[in-house]
């Protein structure tokens, strides 16, 4: 139609004109009795018109087309964004993701990747041998290891430990204690190889926990990265305290010195190199696991006795991660271009994007930056997410290039990422940001948001792995009716147990399959999950570390001018503060002897006695051993007792925490501010 007027293909536009010019010669007719004019009428119509209007017309319509065919589109929801999630049938409430096969949960994404072994070996056939593991000093570029020479290390160091004496088992357990680097994944790539299984050990958790874990677990071998951790190791045997401990295996250059004290104490010391050396001339044929093996067994932190040793099968690792897979598959599948970078704990990468705008020094600036951010905010409200808006080009450039310019996805976890700061990193980025809930148990996640859904303040809905329902707490007064209670998990994601620790297993693992993770949620109405409280008094701090504030109060209580106190932390914060109120009698003496004079009201608004106070729990802290992230970073001093008729304490006297954070919750937040200046 009218297509002797028809510039740069803008069909569109002018048929919308030639409508609007027949809806109103209609209504003419209507009006007038005129004749309804025919297309030869238009024709003639927009023959008659001056070339500059047509030619003005004609721009009009290409710069209309060219906006139409290149303007940000939303993220299209893999399942409608208001109905996430469902109910399942007998299942007590359970509920499961709307890109679940109703017929069964996720078990695999790929018929030929149901373990990790094959998982690698299908990258290794798709990539057509393309760079696998990259890694680079400071200032200097990324060196690649190719998959096949990742696979050939990893037969090597995998034959290498079979010839001196290890199991091709799932019995035989290989412990790596070394930070992220390449020789990691060639450990645990050859462990899976020859179907042994990987125990990592993380100098984070103590002396202590590595010995305990080491002799749980019943490690004779471990693959370390430095001379300093291989020294921990032999101190350890030394001191009999790890009589199993027999070979480590080192990383880095290989000090003479250590062997010789390795042999004083009994234990071989070799190069990593020299295992793999051995493999080359003994080499074994890989016999590699099933779904069903174990895998890996990690040891959490908790919050008091020893680690608990999670044991995660080849299926469980397999089916959590295909549950990431399906949910993002239609927007974002990964491909072989891509690059996956490790950046753990990432608060410290939020940290480092924040420093980038410490360069806004002045008010117009500063100005300038929070309305490109809120604009690029309304865009991702919208589900639109990109990089190349004009904010992007002015002000977030800066940040995309510091993470390498390619970003597609990131993901968060460990702990719920505050509302302001997810959507200041999804527009700033101008990548997908999703967040994920869940904890080792279940592998890693069980809930994750869904592409589309840029709306803060939950944690999505169930992966397509597993199902969640949620369990009456009556003591903390949440009920599963009301779409409140403890968060339970069910599904091929979940782990085998605690290893050789039966209780704790039957504590967390009831007999119908259902993981009890401790968290309280809350169902919201599009059937996402929200967080909203612990089941004991025990939370994460914003990197993830789990925290029981009684016990560290159990320590604090101990120093001397101290009559109570409240240690308080949440997840949207990386350290502790503590709220203390003196003892009228023995703190004015104490604060004398050290020089502080005043009364009792008065010493409470000193800043050289809270100084005093606040090193003298760190004091005690230390020699109680507790990590530094158990230690409060600051403190308000509080001159009237907790107590019953105030609220603040239960009738057996114990703190009502609940109470406690909504009565100081003024003094908590100016206590954070005050350590972030």
């Known amino acids: ?138 200032n200097q570029p990324y060196k690649w290891m190719s998959y096949k020479e990742v696979t050939s290390r990893a037969e090597h160091l995998g034959s290498g430990l079979l010839y001196q004496g290890c199991k091709a088992s799932p019995d035989q357990f290989i412990g790596v204690f070394a930070q992220n680097r390449p020789e990691w994944i060639i450990s645990e790539l050859a462990c899976y190889t020859y179907s042994m299984v990987v125990v990592p050990l993380y100098d984070t958790l103590g002396p202590d926990a590595i010995r305990f874990i080491i002799n749980t677990a019943d490690i004779s071998t471990v693959i370390c990265d430095k001379v300093e951790k291989a020294q921990v190791l032999l101190a350890n045997v030394e001191r009999a305290e790890t009589p199993a401990l027999r070979r480590i295996v080192l990383m880095d250059v290989l000090d ?211 199902l969640i329902k949620l369990v009456d707490v009556p003591e903390k007064n949440y009920f599963a009716a009301k779409g409140e209670g403890e968060v339970c998990v069910k599904g091929p994601n979940v782990f085998m147990g605690y290893l050789k620790d039966p209780e704790r297993t039957a504590e967390t693992l009831d007999p119908d399959g259902w993981l009890h993770t401790g968290d309280i949620g809350k169902w919201l109405p599009n059937g996402t999950l929200k967080i909203v409280d612990r089941k004991k008094h025990i ?50 003496m104490w604060a004398k002897k050290k020089g502080i004079l005043g009364t009792y009201k008065d010493l409470c608004k000193n800043t050289e006695l809270k100084k005093a106070i606040l090193e003298d729990l760190v004091r005690l802290g230390k020699a109680s051993s507790l990590h530094s992230f158990e230690q409060v970073k600051n403190i308000y001093i509080h001159s009237e007792m907790f107590s019953i008729e105030n609220g603040l304490l239960t009738p057996t006297l114990k703190a009502k925490r609940p109470e406690l954070r909504e009565f100081f919750k003024e003094k908590i937040e100016q206590l954070y501010s005050a350590i972030s200046m």
């Open 1 to 138: 139609m009218l297509a002797f007027v028809l510039v740069s293909g803008s069909l569109w536009i002018l048929l919308e004109l030639s409508s609007t010019l027949m809806e109103k010669m209609q209504a003419q007719e209507m009006l007038s009795g005129l004749r309804v004019p025919d297309m030869d009428d238009l024709g003639r119509f927009f023959s008659s018109l001056p070339t500059s209007t047509l030619v003005g017309i004609g721009a009009l319509a290409a710069v209309l087309a060219y906006w139409l065919a290149t303007r940000p589109r939303p993220i299209k929801p893999p399942c409608s964004l208001l109905h996430q999630s469902e109910e399942v049938p007998h299942e007590g409430g359970g509920r499961r993701s709307m890109m679940c096969d109703h017929s069964k949960l996720l078990t695999h994404y790929h018929d030929d990747a149901r373990t990790m072994y094959e998982v690698f070996q299908r990258g290794l056939h798709i990539s057509g041998d393309g760079p696998c593991l990259g890694s680079r000093l400071p």
């Open 256 to 466: 003479s010195a250590l062997v010789e004290r390795g042999h004083g104490c009994g234990v071989h010391v070799q190069a990593m190199q020299e295992v793999e050396a051995l493999g080359r001339d003994y080499h074994r044929k890989p016999l590699p696991p099933s779904p069903d093996d174990l895998s890996i067994v990690c040891f959490t932190s908790g919050t008091t006795g020893n680690p608990k040793g999670v044991m995660l099968t080849h299926g469980n690792v397999v089916a959590d991660f295909s549950g990431f897979l399906k949910v993002t598959d239609k927007v974002i599948f990964p491909n072989q271009d891509d690059c996956l970078i490790s950046f753990l704990p990432l608060a410290h990468m939020f940290e480092r994007l924040i420093e980038i705008f410490s360069q806004a020094n002045s008010p117009l600036k500063r100005c300038l930056l929070n309305f490109a951010a809120k604009r690029k905010g309304a865009e991702v409200s919208s589900g639109i997410i990109r990089s190349n808006s004009v904010w992007d080009k002015i002000f977030f450039s800066k940040i995309q290039a510091s993470l390498g310019g390619r970003l597609r996805m990131i993901i968060t976890g460990a702990a719920p990422t505050s509302p302001t700061v997810l959507g200041f990193l999804r527009a700033a980025l101008g990548c997908q940001v999703y967040e994920a809930y869940g904890q080792t148990e279940c592998t890693a996640g069980c809930t994750f948001t869904t592409p589309g859904d840029w709306t803060p303040g939950h944690v999505g809905a169930p992966l397509p792995c597993n």
């Open 539 to 588: 939370f994460k701090l914003a990197q993830g570390e789990y925290i029981s504030p009684e016990k560290i109060e159990n320590i604090y209580i101990r120093s001397e001018p101290v009559a109570q106190l409240y240690v308080h932390g949440d997840s949207l914060q990386s350290c502790l503060v503590g709220i203390v109120v003196p003892d009228t009698e023995v703190m004015p």
